[in-house]
């Protein structure tokens, strides 16, 4: 099983990236997939879940109205959209996906967002 993240970088306040993440050894249709995020010094936080599917999607209140996740069923991806960065953002963000007590976690990608 392997969930690798890709997409991370150094941006501006107010910029966007878009975050990636390639899954592979196992039924990626059959689970739901989230976004967290770990800025240095916090706790972990859930950024945004996608269903299955794709037909539902939640998103913390910090994240809402700027980022967007999705997923292709065919690539077996889930994207982050990030739109108009704040520094607070600055964070590891990580993909997990999860089905009943089946979950893996993604090795992570940094995001830095700094004048």
Do not use: H
């Not at 997939?33 to 269903?51: C, D």
């Not at 209140?61 to 520094?87: A, C, E, H, W």
């Amino acid at each position: 099983v392997q969930l690798v993240e890709s997409g991370g970088g150094l941006v501006q306040p107010g910029e966007s990236l878009r975050l990636s993440c390639a899954a592979s050894g196992f039924t990626f249709t059959t689970y739901a997939m989230r976004w967290y995020r770990q800025a240095p010094g916090k706790e972990r936080e859930l950024v945004a879940t996608i269903s299955s599917a794709g037909g539902s999607t939640i998103y913390a209140d910090s994240v809402k109205g700027r980022f967007t996740i999705s997923r292709d069923n065919i690539r077996n991806t889930v994207y982050l959209q990030m739109n108009s960065l704040k520094p607070e953002d600055t964070a590891v963000y990580y993909c997990y996906a999860v089905w009943g007590i089946n979950n893996y976690w993604g090795q992570g990608t940094q995001v830095t967002v700094s004048a």
